[in-house]
């Protein structure tokens, strides 16, 4: 069965970081573009970060420097690792697979003192 399930989120401080993870069932990471994205209510979903299929990443300006996209071809998984975060990254975090479009059911993110 082809799936994206995501697991990692909580509550952190301001400042703390998390890893997320997305483990990709039933797809060659080595053959497809993965990405992170998020979403508050009452907005749309944004992207976060994005990998190729041969490792290159793109990142939104809010996040770079902060937010790291990497994967393990070999465990089929696709990680976020956030540091530094902000009370304003908190949202839904999903994983995706681009091309054809697959989400995952997402994972909560709250950044709050």
């Known amino acids: 069965q082809v799936q994206l399930v995501e697991s990692g989120g909580g509550l952190v401080q301001p400042g703390g970081s998390l890893r997320l993870s997305c483990v990709a069932s039933?797809?060659?990471?080595?053959?497809?573009?993965m990405g992170w994205y998020r979403q508050v209510p009452g907005k749309e979903r944004e992207m976060v970060a994005l990998?190729?299929?041969?490792?290159?990443?793109t990142y939104d300006n809010s996040v770079r420097n902060r937010f790291t996209i990497s994967k393990d071809n070999a465990k089929n998984t696709v990680s976020l690792q956030m540091n530094s975060l902000k009370p304003e990254d908190t949202a839904v975090y999903y994983c995706?697979?681009?091309?054809?479009?697959?989400w995952g059911q997402g994972t909560q993110v709250s950044v709050s003192s």
């Open positions: 039933g797809i060659r990471l080595s053959t497809v573009q």
């Open positions: 990998i190729s299929s041969v490792g290159v990443t």
């Open positions: 995706s697979r681009l091309f054809p479009r697959l």
